[in-house]
């Protein structure tokens, strides 16, 4: 039975149970039904809107994502009598495929037979692959300028995007892609066990609200997704008039794991100094300074900041720009338009939709948060409901 037949029914089972108590208690009255749960009623699926306007803006935000062209490094290297391993570089994706490659990293540290580990930096890439090592029998000291809140990692949306802005195709070696591939997997098998603990990551629904299908973004350079694996999540939907809100051609919906920032990493964190991790704050400013640690294997986790240390001219910033508003218990979902997107987490409902490549300015644009949220703004407008 479909949705509406089954409402049919039931509107006519509840009619003819009320007509009968009506009949045997009051004068006859017209019954009286509200229809405020049956959203099919109206002829569509009711999705809550978003409440926007510059005074609910609580914080503005730019982000640094850590972009090479040829891919994230993850290779080791000698340092005279040191080894280190690469970890760094994932542009838009370090969040999603940071237990993948902290797995590859951990699989290049363990070859080495050695069992104390110095792990540069203390982001989410630096924190999935301590605990990695940690779980694989490592002492692991994390030496970083900053921790947590104040790491790039702090600044990202959230959401499942192991592609984004990940490589440039035209530039990166064939090989990658089967990495690439291992990596993301690995990632999401991890995050399904994170599932459920305090709401650090979760399910939502992930909306996408355009006029004609858009363009796969990122084909070249630091544009956007350039790689998929079929049947990893959930199909995204393409949705009927009647399914959906918007007043737009072409809508979709699909399931997208989403990541809750702020608790994710005091919670990663807290776990590695339960099983005996050390942080040390500490400035890499040279090689010198690596040589001066005393472990024998050194995990450089540093993002953007391994340019400058390991002299890495393909590492490019691209920024990008967040604006929060004040959460809204009603508003669950992500939604993507041209120029603007928007996520729901437990700190706040996060704007965002720009990336300038080679911009290294964290300087927030009061300019750009007033275009995203009167692009949004419209589309609520325009939304049915
Ligand atoms: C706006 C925006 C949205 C994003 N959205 C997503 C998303 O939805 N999903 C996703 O998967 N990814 C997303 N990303 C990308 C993601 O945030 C990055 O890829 C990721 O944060 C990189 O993590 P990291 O640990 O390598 O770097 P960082 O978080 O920058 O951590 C680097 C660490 O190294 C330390 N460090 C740096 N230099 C030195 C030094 N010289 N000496 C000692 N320590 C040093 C820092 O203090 C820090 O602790 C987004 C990024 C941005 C900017």
Not at 44 to 72: C, N, W
Not at 96 to 122: D, F, I, P, Y
Not at 268 to 294: R, W
Request: proline content about 5%.
């Amino acid at each position: 039975m479909n949705r509406r037949l089954f409402f049919q029914k039931a509107g006519l089972g509840t009619l003819a149970l009320s007509s009968g108590v009506v009949a045997a208690c009051s004068p006859q009255t017209s019954p009286q039904f509200t229809d405020k749960h049956f959203h099919i009623n109206r002829g569509y699926h009711q999705i809550p809107k978003l409440r926007l306007s510059m005074d609910r803006i609580v914080k503005e935000t730019v982000g640094l994502r850590p972009f090479r062209a040829s891919g994230p490094r993850l290779e080791t290297e000698q340092l005279g009598h040191k080894t280190i391993v690469h970890n760094y570089g994932h542009g838009g994706s370090g969040w999603s495929l940071s237990w993948g490659t902290g797995h590859l990293a951990r699989q290049m540290v363990l070859a080495t037979n050695e069992k104390k580990v110095a792990l540069l930096g203390c982001g989410t890439v630096g924190i999935a692959t301590a605990r990695l090592l940690q779980e694989s029998g490592c002492e692991v000291t994390i030496y970083t300028k900053d921790v947590p809140p104040n790491v790039t990692s702090n600044l990202a949306t959230g959401t499942w995007s192991p592609a984004s802005r990940v490589c440039d195709p035209a530039v990166a070696r064939p090989e990658f892609r089967s990495v690439w591939e291992e990596a993301t997997r690995f990632s999401f098998r991890r995050f399904q066990f994170l599932l459920g603990l305090n709401d650090i990551a979760c399910w939502g629904e992930e909306y996408s609200v355009y006029d004609e299908v858009p363009q796969r973004a990122g084909t070249s350079a630091a544009g956007g997704e350039v790689y998929d694996i079929p049947g990893l999540l959930p199909e995204r939907v393409q949705l009927s008039k009647k399914e959906h809100p918007f007043k737009a051609e072409y809508v979709t919906r699909r399931s997208n794991l989403m990541f809750n920032i702020p608790s994710y990493l005091h919670d990663q964190l807290s776990d590695f100094m339960l099983y005996g991790g050390k942080v040390k704050i500490q400035e890499i400013k040279k090689l010198e300074d690596i040589d001066a640690l005393p472990e024998k294997v050194i995990v450089n986790c540093m993002g953007l900041g391994a340019k400058r240390v390991f002299n890495d001219e393909e590492l490019t910033p691209v920024s990008g720009q967040l604006s929060c508003l004040i959460p809204q218990s009603n508003v669950t979902y992500k939604l993507s338009t041209r120029g603007a997107n928007f996520i729901s987490r437990k700190d706040g409902i996060y704007l965002g939709g720009n990336g300038i490549v080679g911009n290294w300015d964290t300087t927030p644009s009061r300019e750009q948060t007033e275009k995203v949220v009167t692009t949004l703004q419209k589309l609520m407008a325009d939304m049915r409901g």
